[in-house]
Nanobody
Framework: QVQLVESGGGLVQAGGSLRLSCAASGSIFGINAMGWYRQAPGKQRELVATITTGGTTSYTDSVKGRFTISRDNAKNTVYLQMNSLKPEDTGIYFC?????????WGQGTQVTVSS
């Protein structure tokens, strides 16, 4: 069974940077897009960024200019470079693969930004 394995979370001071990675443990047919979501304590999960197979990206307004999503199609891996981090970026970050017949979720990685 294919799993998405995330890495790169941790504790960082405000203004710092982290890079998240998410790789599939096996091959996935028909990946159309990849994305990152986050869930802050007591809040609903929200979409942070997406990237299509062709490289088109989109971001939620609060991270524009600070976060960059990228992907390696050959490795079935998606990245999220997070710069100028703020305490409000704290939460559990989940990756998601949008494939033709189903969606895949990662297990989540904790990002904590201290003020």
């Amino acid at each position: 069974q294919v799993q998405l394995v995330e890495s790169g979370g941790g504790l960082v001071q405000a203004g710092g940077s982290l890079r998240l990675s998410c790789a599939a443990s096996g091959s996935i047919f028909g990946i159309n897009a990849m994305g990152w979501y986050r869930q802050a304590p007591g809040k609903q999960r929200e979409l942070v960024a997406t990237i299509t197979t062709g490289g088109t990206t989109s971001y939620t307004d609060s991270v524009k200019g600070r976060f960059t999503i990228s992907r390696d199609n050959a490795k079935n891996t998606v990245y999220l470079q997070m710069n100028s981090l703020k305490p409000e970026d704290t939460g559990i970050y989940f990756c998601k693969f949008f494939a033709t017949y189903r969606e895949y979720w990662g297990q989540g990685t904790q990002v904590t930004v201290s003020s």
